[in-house]
């Protein structure tokens, strides 16, 4: 007992020295970071470059320091790093055929005779960064002690020995596989600790030999879409990564199998059996293969999906004398995905976020390694011909599917390693949160700390890590934990105040120099513009907050507002849903200005493109207008439908404004001109463009492209004349494919239509809406956005991203309303019971258009603003040509 008081006497004398001690070192090291942050070297983060040259700290990172950059970050963006393009790398490769002997013979290139060597120097260039090539020392050192296991057919096998030869400038591994079968391998880096394995599951989940010769000749295997595969779900339990993969297996005949009985098959030419596509089957055992992974209670690991890799068969299939023999990269803008290469990728991603948001309830870790873009830009690195069995009088296929070593699946694994660095920043971060509930953080502290990791869509593959933020950052929580810890007495927590706000200040002071330092050199330019070096607003991240003077208008000031969203008309009650303007995190948006937005388009047009929402936005800037000028309707001049193809005339300004209702901006039938019927089922002519708005629109100088809503109905796909299949249509013997595929087509045959077009010189600019429920808007930290608006937001992006580049290029200006989660954050603003059919007298339930006035208002803000750096832009281009 005595023993007990002593040891609880001692805690509570020493505790405030220890903690007074921590945190004093902790902030003389934060202090000393400002200035030593140039020299730091090891590139563990996806951080902006330094200006000075990184220190090694290994041999191998002395030797290899110019190919081991830190990854910059553009200012204002993130980076994606599996979007860019492959640029020259004469450093590469590095390895051979004969300093690595874990090379399969299949693709052992060189070995038989592939004469270039080009398809070897080549390296992966993000756009907007860099991607460091892998350094076996680092990979090695953040593996320590752990293990990692890829699952899937012969492309894992591929990486996995990519991998091997790649390590191999630091050691190699020995074999310590559990059998002698070559499909199931094990190997030990003894010095690390380290254990690499490979699992063959060629369709991952269970399958079987059905006849060795069946009746196409290529194999009949039968599938059993709903069990696991044993073989590797019963192994990988104790693995610390799984990275998964499968897709070209399921190209071959097979039989599917569901309880035990034969639910279809894929051209297995048996009687009486039922084609359910080669996606069904691809589909059902990747939903097998994640449930497989978030039953396995003892699972901690991280499970990385490696996305789909396309071949690059020419003039025939892989069975048919089809080869590859391009000797050069495709540049982005020559190929894209599409066919069966793009179905099997968007079920991949489908039943990926599926899994990560099921496994998520158990603790489970989704990524996703999407190589898929890289790879299809590599028609080169392929074996071809130039790979063999050991035994060379076996004749092979050419092999436009797997990879020469070395090769571009090299790339793969740089991929895999930075995504094990952000690994670790996660796991930190993970045990700052947890180890905050001792100290109790609160939930705004948390928030701060995640903003660090800045992702791309659903990933978490680029992270923007400024050093001023991160010190301000520590510091705040520092006072936290003097304000809330109370095993601190009084006396002891002022003081340990005042020391902080010391150190703070002498922290900050180098920070300040670094900030304030100027070039003398450097001219300003002859009007206010942003330099590069200057903070940047991104006026789409904010949030909502009261605006008392709101609304710019009424429904009695402005008459033009139709019935359908004409709240007050119709009795809502509440008007505080008006009264709210978006406030930019880091700058301001300046309110709508009625007559700078008429002189900026006088002697122009501008067209809303799309569904009912940008009809909506349309009818909200008529009203903004009003306070300057009212337009003539002059519809009828141009379409006998004057509900769904407006026009409007500002004759003081000679500007025309117009709505072409195109709710799926390609050709469409099958939809009642006046019916909205859920049920209605409509044909969509996914390569064909939409005439009634691609006829006009080269006159328009600008066009906002709205769409979404229109792609959850029950549609029919058609290209090249032909059905290629439906989206909940459950009509028997038509194929099953996304909505999200019809709506990646439908924008791009909407852009390519744009790109097309002789006359037109404007400008492109799109948006998207929201919900509905309640009376007020939602915080950052309420608002959590739903997969499928996720999903449409990253195709429109992807898109966009593509045609704004084909732009450029021939002077067409395509920029980002990005407005999604703005809007969504809105759920009060809907018309909901108080507003009625443009069709008859009744009421509409309506959360997805806005009331006018309302949220949408602010969409016009953005828009105003968008024209407003366009005119900059311009005069800046113009200025530098003059100079």
Same mark, same amino acid.
């Given at each position: 007992?005595?023993?007990? !008081?002593?040891?609880?006497?001692?805690?509570?004398?020493?505790?405030?020295? %220890?903690?007074?001690?921590?945190?004093?070192?902790?902030?003389?090291?934060?202090?000393?970071?400002?200035?030593?942050?140039?020299?730091?070297?090891?590139?563990?983060?996806?951080?902006?470059?330094? +200006?000075?040259?990184?220190?090694?700290?290994?041999?191998?990172?002395?030797?290899?320091?110019?190919?081991?950059?830190?990854?910059?970050?553009?200012?204002?963006?993130?980076?994606?790093?599996?979007?860019?393009?492959?640029?020259?790398?004469?450093?590469?490769?590095?390895?051979?055929?004969?300093?690595?002997?874990?090379?399969?013979?299949?693709?052992?290139?060189?070995?038989?005779?592939?004469?270039?060597?080009?398809?070897?120097?080549?390296?992966?260039?993000?756009?907007?960064?860099?991607?460091?090539?892998?350094?076996?020392?680092?990979? &090695?050192?953040?593996?320590?002690? *752990?293990?990692?296991?890829?699952?899937?057919?012969?492309?894992?096998?591929?990486?996995?020995?990519?991998?091997?030869?790649?390590?191999?400038?630091?050691?190699?591994?020995?074999?310590?596989?559990?059998?002698?079968?070559?499909?199931?391998? @094990?190997?030990?880096?003894?010095?690390? /600790?380290?254990?690499?394995?490979?699992?063959?599951?060629?369709?991952?989940?269970?399958?079987?030999?059905?006849?060795?010769?069946?009746?196409?000749?290529?194999?009949?295997?039968?599938?059993?879409?709903?069990?696991?595969?044993?073989?590797?779900?019963?192994?990988?339990?104790?693995? $610390?990564?799984?990275?998964?993969? =499968?897709?070209?297996?399921?190209?071959?005949?097979?039989?599917?199998?569901?309880?035990?009985?034969?639910?279809?098959?894929?051209?297995?030419?048996?009687?009486?059996?039922?084609?359910?596509?080669?996606?069904?089957?691809?589909?059902?055992?990747?939903?097998?293969?994640?449930?497989?992974?978030?039953?396995?209670?003892?699972? *901690?690991?991280?499970?990385?999906? @490696?996305?789909? !890799?396309?071949?690059?068969?020419?003039?025939?299939?892989?069975?048919?004398?089809?080869?590859?023999? @391009?000797?050069?990269?495709?540049?982005?803008?020559?190929?894209?995905?599409?066919?069966?290469?793009?179905?099997?990728?968007?079920?991949?991603?489908?039943?990926?976020?599926?899994?990560?948001?099921?496994?998520?309830?158990?603790?489970?870790?989704?990524?996703?390694?999407?190589?898929?873009?890289?790879?299809?830009?590599?028609?080169?690195?392929?074996?071809?011909?130039?790979?063999?069995?050991?035994?060379? /009088?076996?004749?092979?296929?050419?092999?436009?599917?797997?990879?020469?070593?070395?090769?571009?699946?090299?790339?793969?694994?740089?991929? &895999?390693?930075?995504?094990?660095?952000?690994?670790?920043?996660? +796991?930190?971060?993970?045990?700052?949160?947890?180890?905050?509930?001792?100290?109790?953080?609160?939930?705004?502290?948390?928030?701060?700390?995640?903003?660090?990791?800045?992702?791309?869509?659903?990933?978490?593959?680029?992270?923007?890590?400024?050093?001023?933020?991160?010190?301000?950052?520590?510091?705040?929580?520092?006072?936290?934990?003097?304000?809330?810890?109370?095993?601190?007495?009084?006396?002891?927590?002022?003081?340990?105040?005042?020391?902080?706000?010391?150190?703070?200040?002498?922290?900050?002071?180098?920070?300040?120099?670094?900030?304030?330092?100027?070039?003398?050199?450097?001219?300003?330019?002859?009007?206010?513009?942003? +330099?590069?070096?200057?903070?940047?607003?991104?006026?789409?991240?904010?949030?909502?907050?009261?605006?008392?003077?709101?609304?710019?208008?009424?429904?009695?000031?402005?008459?033009?507002?139709?019935?359908?969203?004409?709240?007050?008309?119709?009795?809502?009650?509440?008007?505080?849903?008006? *009264?709210?303007?978006?406030?930019?995190?880091?700058?301001? &948006?300046?309110?709508?200005?009625?007559?700078?937005?008429?002189?900026? #388009?006088?002697?122009?047009?501008?067209?809303?493109?799309?569904?009912?929402?940008?009809?909506?936005?349309?009818?909200?800037?008529?009203?903004?207008?009003?306070?300057?000028?009212?337009?003539?309707?002059?519809?009828?001049?141009?379409?006998?439908?004057?509900?769904?193809?407006?026009?409007?005339?500002?004759?003081?300004?000679?500007?025309?404004?117009?709505?072409?209702?195109?709710?799926?901006?390609?050709?469409?039938? =099958?939809?009642?001109?006046?019916?909205?019927?859920?049920?209605?089922?409509?044909?969509?002519?996914?390569?064909?463009?939409?005439?009634?708005?691609?006829?006009?629109?080269?006159?328009?100088?600008?066009?906002?492209?709205?769409?979404?809503?229109?792609?959850?109905?029950?549609?029919?796909?058609?290209?090249?004349?032909?059905?290629?299949?439906?989206?909940?249509?459950?009509?028997?013997? %038509?194929?099953?494919?996304?909505?999200?595929?019809?709506?990646?087509?439908?924008?791009?045959? !909407?852009?390519?239509?744009?790109?097309?077009?002789?006359?037109?010189?404007?400008?492109?600019?799109?948006? *998207?809406?929201?919900?509905?429920?309640?009376?007020?808007?939602?915080?950052?930290?309420?608002?959590?956005?739903?997969?499928? /608006?996720?999903?449409?937001?990253?195709?429109? #992006?992807?898109?966009?991203?593509?045609?704004?580049?084909?732009?450029?290029?021939?002077?067409?200006?395509?920029?980002?309303?990005?407005?999604?989660?703005?809007?969504?954050?809105?759920?009060?603003?809907?018309?909901?019971?108080?507003?009625?059919?443009?069709?008859?007298?009744?009421?509409?339930? $309506?959360?997805?258009?806005?009331?006018?006035?309302?949220?949408?208002?602010?969409?016009?803000?953005?828009?105003?603003?968008?024209?407003?750096?366009?005119?900059?832009?311009?005069?800046?281009?113009?200025?530098?040509? /003059?100079?």
């Amino acid at each position: 007992m005595k023993l007990h !008081a002593m040891e609880a006497s001692g805690r509570n004398h020493f505790q405030p020295k %220890i903690v007074l001690v921590i945190i004093f070192v902790t902030l003389v090291v934060l202090t000393v970071i400002p200035v030593l942050y140039p020299l730091i070297g090891y590139p563990l983060y996806v951080s902006k470059a330094s +200006s000075s040259r990184p220190l090694p700290t290994t041999a191998y990172e002395s030797q290899q320091s110019e190919s081991l950059p830190s990854i910059k970050i553009s200012e204002g963006e993130d980076c994606d790093i599996f979007l860019g393009e492959w640029v020259p790398n004469h450093a590469a490769p590095y390895y051979t055929n004969t300093t690595c002997w874990a090379i399969h013979e299949h693709q052992n290139c060189m070995k038989y005779g592939r004469p270039d060597t080009e398809f070897m120097k080549w390296k992966w260039k993000p756009d907007g960064c860099e991607l460091p090539v892998l350094n076996p020392a680092q990979f &090695l050192e953040i593996v320590r002690g *752990k293990s990692l296991a890829f699952v899937g057919d012969s492309l894992g096998r591929n990486q996995m020995q990519s991998l091997i030869c790649l390590l191999s400038r630091i050691e190699y591994p020995i074999d310590v596989s559990y059998t002698s079968d070559e499909r199931f391998k @094990r190997w030990k880096y003894t010095s690390y /600790n380290f254990t690499l394995a490979y699992f063959s599951s060629t369709y991952l989940v269970k399958s079987k030999e059905r006849d060795d010769n069946g009746p196409t000749h290529t194999g009949l295997f039968n599938l059993y879409l709903d069990e696991f595969d044993e073989q590797w779900t019963t192994q990988i339990e104790g693995f $610390d990564y799984v990275i998964i993969n =499968g897709g070209h297996w399921f190209y071959r005949p097979s039989v599917f199998y569901e309880n035990h009985q034969i639910v279809g098959c894929h051209y297995c030419l048996i009687d009486n059996v039922k084609d359910l596509t080669k996606f069904y089957g691809y589909r059902k055992a990747f939903r097998t293969a994640f449930r497989a992974i978030n039953s396995l209670e003892n699972f *901690k690991g991280v499970t990385f999906l @490696r996305t789909f !890799a396309p071949p690059h068969f020419e003039n025939g299939l892989w069975n048919e004398g089809g080869n590859c023999v @391009r000797t050069k990269p495709f540049r982005s803008k020559e190929i894209a995905l599409d066919g069966d290469n793009l179905e099997f990728y968007m079920i991949q991603i489908e039943e990926f976020k599926r899994a990560q948001k099921e496994g998520r309830k158990k603790g489970k870790k989704y990524r996703l390694m999407d190589t898929t873009h890289a790879s299809l830009l590599r028609p080169d690195g392929h074996p071809s011909r130039y790979g063999h069995w050991p035994n060379e /009088n076996v004749t092979l296929y050419n092999d436009c599917v797997h990879w020469c070593l070395p090769g571009p699946i090299d790339n793969w694994n740089d991929f &895999l390693l930075q995504m094990l660095k952000m690994e670790g920043i996660r +796991s930190h971060q993970e045990r700052l949160i947890s180890g905050g509930k001792r100290m109790r953080f609160n939930r705004v502290q948390i928030t701060i700390t995640n903003q660090l990791v800045k992702t791309h869509c659903s990933s978490m593959f680029s992270i923007k890590f400024p050093p001023t933020f991160f010190l301000h950052t520590m510091n705040f929580q520092l006072i936290q934990f003097f304000t809330m810890e109370k095993t601190l007495d009084k006396t002891v927590s002022i003081k340990a105040f005042l020391l902080t706000l010391s150190l703070i200040f002498i922290s900050s002071i180098p920070l300040s120099l670094l900030k304030t330092s100027h070039s003398r050199f450097s001219l300003p330019l002859p009007f206010p513009f942003p +330099s590069s070096s200057e903070k940047k607003c991104d006026v789409f991240t904010g949030k909502w907050v009261p605006y008392p003077q709101g609304p710019y208008y009424s429904n009695e000031t402005c008459r033009l507002i139709v019935d359908q969203q004409n709240c007050i008309k119709f009795g809502r009650p509440d008007t505080e849903f008006m *009264k709210w303007r978006w406030k930019p995190h880091d700058c301001e &948006l300046p309110l709508f200005d009625a007559a700078q937005f008429l002189e900026i #388009v006088r002697g122009k047009s501008m067209a809303f493109v799309g569904d009912s929402v940008g009809r909506n936005q349309m009818e909200s800037l008529v009203c903004l207008l009003a306070h300057e000028a009212y337009p003539l309707d002059i519809s009828r001049n141009s379409s006998a439908d004057v509900n769904y193809f407006k026009r409007w005339f500002f004759a003081d300004y000679n500007f025309t404004l117009a709505a072409f209702w195109s709710p799926f901006l390609v050709k469409s039938g =099958g939809a009642h001109i006046n019916g909205h019927s859920i049920n209605g089922l409509i044909s969509l002519y996914l390569d064909e463009p939409d005439e009634a708005w691609t006829n006009e629109i080269d006159k328009f100088d600008y066009v906002i492209v709205s769409v979404g809503q229109w792609f959850f109905r029950p549609l029919l796909f058609y290209e090249a004349g032909r059905l290629l299949g439906c989206h909940i249509c459950n009509q028997k013997n %038509i194929t099953s494919v996304s909505k999200y595929y019809a709506y990646k087509m439908a924008f791009r045959t !909407a852009f390519r239509t744009l790109l097309s077009l002789k006359n037109y010189t404007g400008n492109g600019d799109w948006d *998207k809406g929201g919900n509905c429920p309640r009376t007020k808007p939602f915080t950052s930290n309420e608002m959590k956005l739903q997969e499928f /608006n996720k999903e449409f937001y990253q195709v429109q #992006v992807e898109e966009l991203r593509e045609a704004k580049e084909k732009g450029k290029k021939i002077g067409l200006t395509f920029d980002l309303m990005n407005t999604t989660e703005i809007m969504w954050m809105r759920p009060d603003g809907h018309p909901n019971g108080y507003g009625h059919s443009m069709i008859k007298n009744a009421s509409v339930y $309506d959360c997805v258009h806005w009331c006018l006035p309302g949220p949408i208002d602010t969409l016009n803000e953005f828009l105003l603003y968008l024209m407003k750096k366009d005119v900059l832009l311009q005069l800046k281009a113009k200025l530098m040509r /003059n100079a």
